[in-house]
């Protein structure tokens, strides 16, 4: 069986590593860098500061000696900021800087969308109202609806948000035109909230860390049991490269 190492620049107050291991076929490795970051709220000025202080290309240039099929960038909110034009350098900088092709978790979450044919989304973000209007902004540039945007308005302790919260408000964000739900932040537990939302609302559900490590993998061509994975994106999507 082959295996693939895919590399993970994570922020400084990332807590789940354990959540991104647990969505990875068993010939993936993990490897993650902790990206430098100033203790403060979550807001525009500390999403902006990881994507401008040089520290991107610092981990993504630390992948060299590894060589991963992918590098991905895992933070949502960092990577939706600047819209699509942002994302997408990014991505070319990491590229540039791992010599690895790069994703980003807000990047990942887009190529769901389209991989499940998911044309409006509700949307639950635990940020404060003005970092999750910009994911809103950011899916909508890319032509997926927005419904709903239901920030949760936390600026620390976003690790700490219980399953069972995630669920309540997850099934509260929702609307009866909403074709799925995304559910942001790549420090927000969701691997035991999916199935059960799925099976609640009827319909996918996509979260930061599942979508990153699902499109990381699919950009790799790691291939999969169509029975394998948390949630329809995972099993619906086996070849699929969109």
């Known amino acids: ?14 807590a789940l590593d354990r959540e991104f291991w647990s969505f990875a076929p068993k010939n993936v490795s993990l490897h993650f860098t902790r990206q430098p970051q100033a203790q403060g709220e979550v807001n525009l000025t500390g999403m902006e500061a990881l994507v401008d202080d040089g520290s991107v290309e610092v ?6 000696l590894i060589n991963p099929s992918v590098v991905a960038f895992a933070c949502t909110s960092a990577s939706f900021i600047r819209g699509l034009s942002g994302e997408a350098d990014l991505r070319q900088r990491i590229e540039r800087a791992s010599g690895s092709v790069a994703t980003t978790t807000s990047g990942a979450i887009l190529a769901a969308c389209r991989a499940m044919e998911i044309t409006k989304v509700a949307v639950l973000a635990p940020y404060v109202e003005e970092v999750s209007i910009k994911l809103g902004e950011f899916l909508e540039e ?11 308005g936390l600026v620390d302790g976003i690790a700490d948000v219980s399953i069972d ?5 997850g099934i509260a964000a929702d609307t009866s035109d909403a074709e799925g739900l995304v559910i942001s932040c790549t420090n927000l537990v969701t ?19 599942q979508a990153t490590v699902w499109h990381a993998c699919l950009l790799a061509r790691v291939e999969w049991p169509r029975d394998f994975g948390v949630g329809r994106l995972w099993r619906e999507t086996v070849g699929s490269l969109k």
């Not at 981990?59 to 060299?64: E, P, V």
């Not at 927005?146 to 949760?152: A, G, I, Q």
């Open 1 to 14: 069986m082959t295996e693939f190492r895919i590399g993970i620049i994570y922020p400084g107050d990332g």
């Open 59 to 64: 981990c993504a240039n630390s992948f060299n």
């Open 142 to 152: 890319a032509d997926v609806g927005v419904s709903r945007v239901c920030p949760m």
């Open 165 to 169: 919260e995630v669920v309540r408000l």
């Open 191 to 209: 691997i035991d909230a999916i199935d059960i939302l799925e099976k609640a609302l009827g319909k996918p559900v996509v979260t930061a860390n």
